[in-house]
């Protein structure tokens, strides 16, 4: 049973070592158009699925590339995917949802100075 206000989310250090473990478990989600990041992130919601539903199916998206929600035990389930270069994550919902992940990095503060038009072009 799924509430009416169900979200839940997790995220993964990415590891070398899950893209094979999601190779011996979900061999599907091998083809070439997927990186190693959505790999890892398709095989934690996978897992999480299983563990909390049973659900043992795959995970499709649409024509407009939009995750299709997963029927599981009479549940509608939403889910979105974020991965970054060095971490994974999802959300699962029975509502629409979407999520997205990205890393903080420091940045000279001269990328935000004022430049002329003259200093733009030569750049």
Known sequence: YIS????????????????????????????????????ES????????????GYTGDLKKDTRGMPCPIFCNEAKIFWSLSHSEKYVAFIVSDTPVGIDISENTERDRALFSYHTDSEYQIL
């Open 42 to 53: 398709r095989y934690w919601l996978l897992e999480y699925l299983h563990s909390q539903y």
């Open 4 to 39: 009416s206000i169900m979200h839940f989310y997790e995220y993964h250090q990415r590891s070398g070592t899950i893209a094979m473990q999601a190779k011996e478990k979900y061999g599907w989600l091998f083809d070439d158009s997927l990186s190693d990041e959505s790999i």
